[in-house]
């Protein structure tokens, strides 16, 4: 009983966490998980009481994004900055929100639209995913704190792929959080310091609590 509360608990995180509504929900596998889709109003209603700040987090912004394209104003949401920022003398024009990390995410030629709504939308251009083609493409509230979320995720694992690598281990590739480090069979002593360079604090996160957990294995798997 408690696993199946688990997976859909699961479930609810994933797709509710930006902004998504009773269809995120089928799309991430809620009826498959035993859920009705006479539940999932509900379910996203009590998920978005239950997570105030994060709801907060959504509308502020965007928001700020809306204000950055209609008038360039720069403003600070929590611990990302977005702005607007534009190079007439080479047709460049950009709404940016800057990391904690200082990296910077671009949304090119930036202009207020309307959504599948009727509501204003902030449109830029960039890859269509499914197309793969160079499109207009939405955003809002929930899919830049999504964009954000992965972006400071990347900044997270890159330095402590850094730190892993000045300790002289070869990383051979990486997937989404893991780091697969190919180490001399005789180097006992390997995932413990891997787990603890995984784990120190970053300076541009402070407070952030961060873990490292692996595995050994002679060939990739998921643990």
């Known amino acids: 009983m408690e696993y199946a509360y688990r997976a859909k608990g699961k479930v609810a995180t994933l797709a509710l966490g930006y902004q998504g509504g009773p269809g995120a929900l089928i799309a991430m596998g809620?009826?498959?998980?035993?859920l009705t889709e006479e539940e999932l109003p509900d379910i996203v209603d009590r998920w978005r009481r239950s997570n105030p700040a994060i709801v907060n987090f959504w509308y502020l912004l965007?928001?700020?994004?809306q204000e950055a394209v209609q008038s360039g104003r720069t403003s600070t949401v929590g611990c990302v900055t977005i702005g607007r920022e534009c190079d007439p003398a080479n047709d460049l024009d950009f709404m940016t929100i800057r990391l904690p990390s200082g990296r910077k995410l671009y949304y090119v030629s930036p202009y207020m639209g309307t959504n599948r709504f009727g509501k204003p939308s902030i449109c830029?251009?960039?890859q269509n995913q499914t197309s793969k083609k160079w499109s207009v493409l939405e955003t809002y509230g929930g899919k830049?704190?999504?964009?954000?979320t992965q972006a400071i995720a990347r900044d997270c694992l890159?330095?402590?792929?850094q730190r892993v690598a000045a300790l002289g281990y070869n990383i051979v590739m990486h997937v989404h959080d893991e780091m697969i480090v190919d180490v001399p069979i005789e180097d006992t002593d390997a995932l413990e310091r891997i787990n603890a360079c995984m784990g120190e604090a970053i300076?541009?996160?402070?407070g952030l609590p961060?873990?490292?957990?692996?595995?050994?294995?002679?060939?990739?798997m998921k643990d």
């Open 210 to 220: 961060l873990r490292g957990d692996g595995y050994e294995t002679p060939f990739y």
């Open 62 to 65: 965007d928001a700020a994004a």
């Open 30 to 34: 809620a009826l498959r998980s035993g």
């Open 144 to 148: 830049l704190v999504e964009n954000i």
């Open 124 to 126: 830029y251009w960039g």
């Open 203 to 206: 300076p541009w996160a402070p």
């Open 158 to 161: 890159a330095i402590s792929m």
